[in-house]
């Protein structure tokens, strides 16, 4: 196994086009691995409702591994959005259904079959928080993805999770580059390996704390842009194959030009993805009036 995504999955709905799609950040990583020719796993909670049985269809038709994958009574996450100049605005969301109300907790016999991933991946949406020392019990490097609302950025947050992780990676948006050197040096300093920030169109910084690697964003014309969702999901899986590639181990850093090029292959990804609807299409239209209903003024991205 190449890749095993560990949490989060959520069905994206689409309320100015009732338009629904598959995804969340795990169950991307996955699906792009499995793009890309890896051999790629999800592990993870769904509902046992219509959105539980699309993530579970989607990670099938897409050639993921999801034997792993738990079903409990109750909903699927679900997130509502809208689509307003080629961006998305989120508006409401149940809190990540069972995925967080009742998380996957890994059975002991289950580290065996972790252990033969060459990575572990999970986020910051998935309650895997406490998962992440028996991951560190066993041999793959381990990306996080820490998002980019503050309350993952705390002293006590980074020093809770930072210490059992070989990648963090944190969506820096319009952060400055003392922002982004700040941010570095707390995560490394609270144990984390390296330390990736993405800044959208300025780029990205790959650092260890002691030294750091940017590299500029592939540009793609606002025009031509049909979806940002799932591009920070697309960078961090190009990135992680290529650094994988490059002989990442637990303890072993490729050398600063193999870095520099898994960087190149994050930000193609990325900009490769701005022309797909959803995180990976697969977009089916429903009729729910759960729904929060589509805002006449622009709202605001939480």
């Given at each position: 196994m190449d890749i095993v995504a560990f949490g989060d999955n959520i069905v994206d709905r689409f309320v100015d086009r009732r338009i629904a799609y598959p995804g969340g950040n795990c169950v991307n990583v996955a699906v792009f691995a499995a793009d890309a020719g890896a051999?790629?796993?999800?592990?993870?909670?769904?509902?046992?409702?219509?959105?539980?049985d699309m993530v579970l269809d989607a990670l099938r038709r897409r050639g993921v591994d999801s034997t792993h994958v738990v079903r409990r009574h109750g909903p699927t996450g679900v997130t509502d959005l809208v689509t307003r100049d080629g961006d998305r605005v989120f508006?409401?969301?149940?809190?990540?259904?069972?995925?967080?109300?009742?998380?996957?907790?890994i059975d002991p016999a289950e580290l065996a079959w972790f252990d033969e991933a060459r990575l572990v991946h999970s986020?910051?949406?998935?309650?895997?928080?406490?998962?992440?020392?028996?991951?560190?019990?066993?041999?793959?490097?381990?990306s996080f993805d820490y998002s980019s609302e503050p309350e993952y950025r705390t002293d006590a947050y980074l020093r809770s999770t930072a210490p059992y992780v070989d990648l963090a990676l944190f969506s820096g948006g319009p952060a400055t580059a003392g922002d982004v050197a700040r941010l570095a040096e707390r995560a490394a300093g609270s144990g984390?390996?390296?330390?990736?920030?993405?800044?959208?169109?300025?780029?990205?910084?790959?650092?260890?704390?002691?030294?750091?690697?940017?590299?500029p964003a592939v540009v793609v014309p606002e025009d031509e842009i049909v979806d940002t969702t799932g591009c920070g999901d697309a960078f961090l899986t190009g990135f992680v194959l290529r650094l994988l590639d490059g002989g990442w181990k637990?303890?072993?850093?490729?050398?600063?030009?193999?870095?520099?090029?898994?960087?190149?292959a994050g930000a193609e990804r990325a900009a490769r993805q701005c022309y797909v609807e959803g995180?990976?299409?697969?977009?089916?239209?429903?009729d729910d009036d759960t729904a929060v209903a589509v805002p006449t003024s622009t709202p605001q991205t939480p």
């Open positions: 051999d790629a796993a999800y592990v993870g909670v769904v509902g046992d409702d219509p959105a539980g508006l409401d969301w149940n809190d990540g259904g069972v995925t967080t109300s009742a998380p996957y907790v986020s910051v949406y998935s309650a895997a928080e406490r998962e992440l020392p028996k991951l560190r019990a066993v041999g793959p490097v381990v984390a390996g390296l330390v990736l920030v993405t800044r959208g169109s300025s780029g990205a910084v790959l650092t260890d704390g002691a030294w750091s690697i940017e590299h637990r303890g072993r850093v490729p050398a600063p030009e193999i870095c520099a090029d898994a960087l190149r995180a990976f299409g697969m977009g089916r239209p429903y």
